[in-house]
C-alpha cells in the first residue's frame, strides 16, 4: 500500500456524531500525515465537513434515511473503484458497509455489529466499557493515534454579518439549543427552558434560541412565554448556526447535535440530559457543566418515556440549570 493512502471514511447520519466523527478524522490525519481523507456522508452534512480540516472532500451519498436501497449502493460503490486503499465504515450497520464492498477497496474498517463479515477485512474489536461512548468508539476505529476533541473551525465574516443581522452582540448573548431530534425523551420541557430564558435575561443577556425547522414548534412556545427572545429555528443554515453559536457566552441544550457544535466552538456549555447519559455522549468541552438528576429509570436511551411520566426531566426544575449555567458564566469569557 502506497505511504500516503487514499482513505475514504463512510460517515454517520447524525449533526452530533459527524462532529463527534472528528475524533477519528484527526487520529487518521495523525497517522497518515499525506493521506487524502474523504468522507461519504449525506449532503446535509457538508457544512460541518468544510469546517474540518482533516478532510479533502465529502463525497455525496444520495440515499434516503434509514433506505437500504441494495442496488444504489452498488452502483455507486462501483463507480468509487479504483479510487481508495482503505476505508473506515463508523456506522454499525450491515448497508453502511455494502458501498466499500462494491468499491472492491482493499482494506475495510469497522467494528463486527451486524455480523459483517466479508464485508470488512478489518474487523477492529469494540470493548463494552465504549460501546455507548460514541466518540471513543469512533476514535478507535483508527487503532492508534491522539485522542482529541473535536474543533470546528468559525467563519468570522460570516459570523460577523449574522450578528448584524439579528441584532445580536458577541459574547452577550446566551444560545439555548431546546430540540432533539431523537424524541421527547431528550427534551427539556419548553416551560422551563423559558423560565431560564427569562433568568438570562434579568442577569442582562439576550437569549437566542436555535434550532431546524422541525424544533420551530418547540422554539415557538418558548418565544410566547419569554417574549424577549430571539427564535431562530429554521431561520439559519448549519453553517450559519455554527458561527452564532461559537459567538455567544454561554449555550444551553439538550443532548442533541448543536449541544456537540458548541463544544466543537469553544462555547461554555450547560448540557441536559433525561433518557440519555452524560457518561456517554458528554461534549467534549474544556468548559462544560453536565445537569442529569440519574434517576433509578435512567437512562432508558428511549425516544418516548416507556414508563408515561418523564421525571427525568420533568422533574429538572429551572433553578438547577440556572446555577450550573451561573456557574459558567463567573469564568473570564473566552476571547
Not at 431560564?196 to 422541525?214: E, I, P, W, Y
Amino acid at each position: 500500500m502506497a505511504e500516503s493512502p487514499t482513505i475514504l471514511v463512510i460517515g454517520p447520519r447524525w449533526v452530533g456524531d459527524m462532529v463527534m466523527a472528528q475524533c477519528l478524522f484527526s487520529a487518521l490525519r495523525e497517522l497518515h500525515p499525506d493521506a487524502a481523507i474523504d468522507v461519504l456522508a449525506p449532503a446535509w452534512a457538508a457544512p460541518l465537513v468544510r469546517r474540518m480540516p482533516e478532510i479533502r472532500q465529502q463525497v455525496d451519498l444520495p440515499l434516503k434515511s434509514g433506505a437500504l436501497e441494495f442496488r444504489m449502493r452498488r452502483r455507486f460503490g462501483r463507480l468509487l473503484r479504483g479510487h481508495y486503499d482503505i476505508a473506515y465504515v463508523m456506522p454499525g450497520s450491515w448497508k453502511s458497509a455494502l458501498v466499500p464492498f462494491f468499491a472492491r477497496i482493499p482494506r475495510r474498517v469497522g467494528y463486527l455489529k451486524e455480523m459483517r463479515y466479508g464485508l470488512l477485512t478489518d474487523i477492529v474489536a469494540l470493548p463494552d466499557v465504549v460501546k455507548r461512548r460514541t466518540a471513543q468508539a469512533y476514535f478507535g476505529l483508527a487503532q492508534g493515534g491522539t485522542f482529541r476533541a473535536p474543533k470546528l473551525a468559525v467563519d468570522t465574516k460570516n459570523q460577523a454579518a449574522l450578528l448584524g443581522r439579528f441584532g445580536l452582540e458577541a459574547k452577550k448573548f446566551v444560545a439555548l439549543m431546546p430540540g432533539a431530534e431523537f424524541g421527547p425523551a431528550k427534551r427539556w420541557p419548553s416551560e422551563r427552558y423559558a423560565g431560564l430564558a427569562r433568568d438570562m435575561m434579568a442577569k442582562g443577556f439576550a437569549v437566542a434560541l436555535f434550532g431546524s425547522k422541525n424544533d420551530a414548534d418547540v422554539t415557538a412556545e418558548i418565544a410566547t412565554l419569554a417574549p424577549d427572545v430571539v427564535d431562530l429555528a429554521g431561520q439559519t443554515r448549519l453553517e450559519d448556526a455554527i458561527d452564532l453559536i461559537a459567538a455567544a457566552r454561554l449555550a444551553v441544550s439538550n443532548d442533541s447535535g448543536l449541544m456537540h457544535v458548541a463544544a466543537a466552538v469553544g462555547t461554555p456549555i450547560v448540557a441536559v440530559y433525561g433518557s440519555t447519559s452524560p457518561h456517554n455522549t458528554p461534549p467534549l468541552a474544556e468548559q462544560r457543566e453536565l445537569v442529569w438528576l440519574g434517576l433509578s429509570c435512567s437512562p432508558c436511551h428511549r425516544k418516548i418515556c416507556p414508563l408515561g411520566h418523564l421525571n427525568c426531566l420533568n422533574t429538572l426544575e429551572v433553578a438547577q440549570v440556572a446555577a450550573a449555567a451561573e456557574r459558567l458564566l463567573e469564568m473570564p469569557a473566552a476571547a
